[in-house]
């Protein structure tokens, strides 16, 4: 088992929900943690408030991860403000549910911009000073609906299939450097992404998931944890937290 104290963590998109489960549950484990947002500064102090609590060090820094240059800067302030970066989460993400023959182009480059291309500006910027350190973890936040595929949901799910394969070349690109790299898909989480689910939705996701539940952000966080302590040896992998979902 590595010890996480006194690593540093950057962890998109954690202002809420997923994201915010794994920047405390980091900061448990002994990290510093930077908390990424783009809209929500209160809550993202919030979660700054939190793990200061927790008696580690945290920030809080404004990027939209689909913006390249703000991903650079976000990269250099967390390198500044916190002595390096060792733990990256891309975890930022956003979903717009549509038929094929609905969706417009805004909405496919929004959610192309921000889950997909955001991983990589941020990953980019974050990698050489993983090398530098000799040590890293990236985990990319994917999704099963990469996995298994659900009706409206073809630009989302391509967006999380994506992750995964990008995943992959980069465990095998990164491994020499004493980086792993691995995807974590979630099946249906509560959080402000899933809370307008209709009944009639809800009900019907709920007899597909085995657990007879949906699951809790810090569940998802669970397995975040698991692969930065534990998982030197594991690499390129997708790791499904979905109550059975996808058996
Ligand atoms: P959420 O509650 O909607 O929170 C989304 C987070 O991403 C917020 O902190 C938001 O920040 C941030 N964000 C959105 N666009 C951003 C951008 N352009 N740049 C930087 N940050 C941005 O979502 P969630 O359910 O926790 O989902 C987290 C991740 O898990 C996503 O990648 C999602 O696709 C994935 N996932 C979720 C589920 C689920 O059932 N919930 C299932 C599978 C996968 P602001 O609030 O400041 O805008």
Redesign the pocket.
Known sequence: MERLDGKVALV??????????VAVELARKGCDVAV??????A??HHVVDEIETLGRKAIAV??????PG?CEALVASVVKELGGLDILV??????QGSVIDEIEPPMLNWMM???VK?AFYVTGAAVPHMKKAGWGRVIN?????GVTGYPGDSA?GA??AALAGMTKSLARELARYNITANAV???????????ETGDDTRAKILKTIPIRR??R?EE?ALMVVFLCEAGGYITGQLFTVDGGYTI
Request: aromatic content about 8%; cysteine-free; charged content about 20%.
């Open positions: 998109t998109g954690s202002s809420r929900g997923i994201g915010r489960a990424n947002y783009r809209a929500q500064e809550a993202a404004k990027a939209d991860v689909g913006i703000e891309n975890n930022a993400g956003v979903w911009d921000t889950n955001g936040m994917s999704s099963v609906i989302y967006t999380k898909a979630p099946g249906f989480i509560e959080t402000d992404m899933t809370i949906w699951g952000p998802v």
